[in-house]
């Protein structure tokens, strides 16, 4: 465990000494604080009409503020992690630090985990960028606050996914430029995967439902803890860091 | 402490390495050369545990380097070819990172980072970054990372590549002090590197081991004849008419010539000592004898005899080469 958080240190370390983590940290701030507003208007504007209709208490600050915000901006990330997961692995073997960490005393699982833990960390630096705004409601409102951790658990479960996903792509390639395209074109796919469920037969459409990673988010913002889908999303990051190893192994038999 | 077994490599239809066997005891400095291409690096890549073996065994420290990696990786240290360092990472920070995930206990380890920086002599550049450092430092932070948990076997690819004539010494010092609790392998295709620092040398061309032996060893064993350099201030024709005549010279050529000087090597029957007779000879006529020494098959010749022997011998192994 030691050796892998001692990876995940290093990686971390890694993402803020170059500027990528400053880029997406910036540009999620940027994109989320613009969500936020716009829809915070639009709550505003909304509650007046209520409270000239005398039904103020109709409103919820959780319902129809904090789970639009987190389920727009959750697109984002769609763009902006395949840049955290793109280096991991292929800037080791490009610049041959591979070979440091394949001959240390290391297990294979020790260092995808610590990578894996490493841009989790980078994610939950992120998500942290959205605290305030969140905090602001309090400080205003009175939004329930259990929801608000749910959806945050929700948040981090799917990233987990994407970067699994990442993790997986990157340990493919040497090139950074052909891992975040890769990436990002499997996290598109995922993410839409479901729209041509309308038109899909009744068994099909519940299997492309099923498989749309960013589907699942919807009960966690609701506050719900639903098992299917802590089952889905758990499964999926095991899945993803199991064909990282299959993939590293492979690597290292073909020389 | 080191020990190959039969061990070959195949990248797809390429042998990189074909039935390579060799040990290496307690505290020995193995020389591991050969040509670019050989499959140096192919071999040391199995012995740290980087890539398997297509056939064949590898042990360092007793260990299997395939059944029990961890343990055998706990007791190597590795230098590849290119320093493996993070850019964007100093060089304190790097090397922390590398004790941490070397198993250095925390309580040692800024005493060993200490040593080990001292050691390589790279305490003045502790603050900068690695993407920053000349060849020469990244070369030797890349060899402080290698000691850093004090491993009984260190594997050093091509220490000395690309450095600068003072820091070429310095290196093979420091491996050569290294070598009496470290059991060393090194590869290399500048000879003089060999000799200077090994106990003994593996030659290996095209993937499979021509010749091991001590370098004293190897350059007696390939020396066929004794070879004089006999230089006179006399004219060509007279002087190698003169030299052949010597009792025990069985050739004579004539190798450089300049007013009026002339160079010539005389080979004589193989351990018999005519530099008294040449002497005589050359001083008898009158001549000025301005120098007479003998002639030691340099490490290139004996790599380059070894080399084409290789070639020559039936059966070669067909063309194989991958770095």
């Given at each position: 465990m030691s050796n892998a958080l001692a990876i995940a240190r290093k990686e971390l370390k890694g993402y803020f000494a170059s500027p990528i983590a400053y880029i997406v940290i910036g540009l999620y701030a940027l994109m989320f604080g613009w969500f936020f507003y716009n829809l915070l208007l639009y709550f505003d504007r909304q509650s007046m009409q209520m409270a000239g209709l005398g039904g103020a208490g109709a409103m919820n600050v959780n319902e129809q503020l904090i789970r639009p915000v987190f389920l727009n901006t959750s697109v984002i990330f769609l763009f902006v992690l395949p840049m955290i997961t793109m280096r991991t692995y292929a800037e080791e073997k490009r610049s041959g630090t591979i070979e440091l960490l394949l001959t240390s005393p290391l297990t294979d699982l020790q260092i995808i985990a610590g990578k894996f833990l490493g841009a989790i960390g980078l994610y939950a630096a992120m998500l942290a960028v959205t605290v305030p705004h969140v905090a602001l409601l309090f400080l205003l409102g009175d939004p329930e606050w259990i929801p608000i951790v749910i959806t945050y658990l929700g948040m981090l479960l799917m990233g987990g996914c994407f970067i699994s996903v990442g993790l997986f792509i990157s340990s493919m390639t040497k090139n950074q430029i052909v891992a975040v395209m890769a990436t990002f074109t499997v996290f598109l796919m995922l993410w839409v995967i479901n729209w041509i469920a309308s038109f899909a037969g009744p068994r099909t459409q519940d299997i492309l439902n099923y498989l749309s990673i960013t589907d699942h988010l919807d009960d966690f913002t609701r506050g719900v803890i639903d098992t299917k889908h802590l089952v889905y999303y758990l499964s999926f990051i095991v899945f993803g860091l199991y064909l990282t190893m299959r993939s590293v192994d492979a690597e290292r038999w073909r020389g | 402490m080191i020990e190959v077994q039969h061990l070959t490599k195949r990248y797809?239809?390429?042998?990189?390495?074909?039935?390579?066997?060799?040990?290496?005891?307690?505290?020995?400095?193995?020389?591991?050369?050969?040509?670019?291409?050989?499959?140096?690096?192919?071999?040391?890549?199995?012995?740290?545990?980087?890539?398997?073996?297509?056939?064949?065994?590898?042990?360092?420290?007793?260990?299997?380097?395939?059944?029990?990696?961890?343990?055998a990786k706990r007791r190597t240290g590795y230098l590849p070819e290119t320093p493996p360092l993070y850019p964007d990472m100093t060089v304190r920070d790097y090397l922390t990172f590398c004790a941490r995930i070397k198993g250095v206990p925390r309580s040692e380890r800024v005493s060993r980072l200490r040593t080990v920086m001292e050691r390589t002599a790279i305490v003045d550049v502790a603050g900068r970054y690695c993407g920053k450092l000349s060849k020469g430092y990244r070369q030797r932070v890349g060899l402080a990372q290698a000691l850093l948990h004090n491993p009984e076997v260190l594997i050093l690819d091509e220490p000395t590549a690309g450095l600068d004539p003072k820091q070429i010494i310095e290196t093979r010092r420091l491996i050569k002090e290294?070598?009496?609790?470290?059991?060393?392998?090194?590869?290399?295709?500048?000879?003089?590197?060999?000799?200077?620092?090994?106990?003994?040398?593996?030659?290996?061309?095209?993937?499979?081991?021509?010749?091991?032996?001590?370098?004293?060893?190897?350059?007696?064993?390939?020396?066929?004849?004794?070879?004089?350099?006999?230089?006179?201030?006399?004219?060509?024709?007279?002087?190698?008419?003169?030299?052949?005549?010597?009792?025990?010279?069985?050739?004579?050529?004539?190798?450089?010539?300049?007013?009026?000087?002339?160079?010539?090597?005389?080979?004589?029957?193989?351990?018999?000592?005519?530099?008294?007779?040449?002497?005589?000879?050359?001083?008898?006529?009158?001549?000025?004898?301005?120098?007479?020494?003998?002639?030691?098959?340099?490490?290139?010749?004996?790599?380059?005899?070894?080399?084409?022997?290789?070639?020559?011998?039936?059966?070669?192994?067909?063309?194989a080469a991958h770095e």
């Open positions: - | 797809g239809p390429l042998t990189a390495v074909d039935d390579v066997s060799f040990k290496a005891e307690r505290g020995e400095i193995l020389g591991f050369l050969g040509p670019n291409g050989a499959g140096k690096t192919t071999t040391m890549r199995v012995l740290t545990g980087y890539m398997p073996p297509t056939e064949g065994k590898a042990f360092v420290a007793g260990y299997d380097v395939l059944e029990q990696p961890l343990e290294l070598g009496g609790d470290h059991t060393i392998v090194l590869s290399t295709h500048i000879l003089p590197e060999v000799s200077q620092t090994c106990n003994r040398i593996v030659i290996i061309n095209r993937g499979r081991v021509v010749a091991v032996d001590t370098p004293d060893n190897l350059t007696a064993r390939l020396r066929g004849s004794e070879t004089m350099y006999v230089q006179l201030d006399a004219l060509g024709a007279d002087a190698e008419a003169a030299l052949s005549t010597v009792p025990g010279v069985t050739r004579v050529s004539a190798s450089d010539r300049r007013d009026g000087i002339t160079g010539f090597e005389v080979e004589s029957e193989h351990g018999r000592d005519v530099r008294r007779e040449l002497a005589a000879a050359v001083v008898g006529r009158g001549w000025g004898l301005l120098e007479l020494r003998p002639l030691r098959m340099s490490l290139e010749e004996i790599f380059l005899q070894v080399i084409t022997e290789d070639a020559a011998a039936p059966g070669a192994a067909p063309e």
